[in-house]
Structure formats: structure tokens, C-alpha cells
């Protein structure tokens, strides 16, 4: 499914790491999200916004109603 999954992004970014090997973000990401701009927003036709639409896609299908099936709602219960 990972594959799949990945396939259905287009044109992944490469993840950029720090010196001890963390992943950093996108220069761009960090300078909309600081001054408050969705990246998605800021530039809807962006190579970000696609890859953020395309994740939204494929996290809708496997959501929307009728895409399988359907769960009951867990049962909460409040004890005093």
C-alpha cells in the first residue's frame, strides 16, 4: 500500500537533513508557516499545494462515505 500510496504524489520534493540526519523543512514552508501563511494558500498551484492535494485525495477516498466498510461508532462510556 506504502507504494501505491507514494506513486499518487506528484513530484515528490527531496527531504533535506541537518547535520545529525534530521529532516528539515522546505525553506519555503518555514517562511509561510512563520508569517502565518498556509503554503497550500500562498500558492495554490505550488509544488506543495499538489502534494498537499494529492495526500487530501487519497486520504478522502479512503473516508469518504460508501468507500468500504462502514465501522460502528465506538461506544463511550462515562462511569462517576
Given at each position: 500500500?506504502?507504494?501505491?500510496?507514494?506513486?499518487?504524489?506528484?513530484?515528490?520534493?527531496?527531504?533535506?537533513?541537518?547535520?545529525?540526519?534530521?529532516?528539515?523543512?522546505?525553506?519555503?514552508?518555514?517562511?509561510?508557516?512563520d508569517?502565518?501563511?498556509?503554503?497550500?494558500?500562498?500558492?495554490?498551484?505550488g509544488p506543495h499545494a499538489k502534494i498537499d492535494r494529492a495526500i487530501a485525495a487519497k486520504a478522502w477516498e479512503q473516508i469518504k462515505p460508501g468507500a468500504g466498510v462502514a465501522r460502528a461508532a465506538p461506544k463511550i462510556v462515562i462511569e462517576a
Open positions: 500500500m506504502r507504494r501505491a500510496f507514494t506513486e499518487s504524489i506528484p513530484e515528490p520534493l527531496p527531504i533535506a537533513t541537518s547535520a545529525g540526519g534530521r529532516p528539515t523543512l522546505e525553506i519555503t514552508i518555514r517562511e509561510k508557516s508569517a502565518g501563511l498556509p503554503v497550500v494558500a500562498a500558492d495554490l498551484d
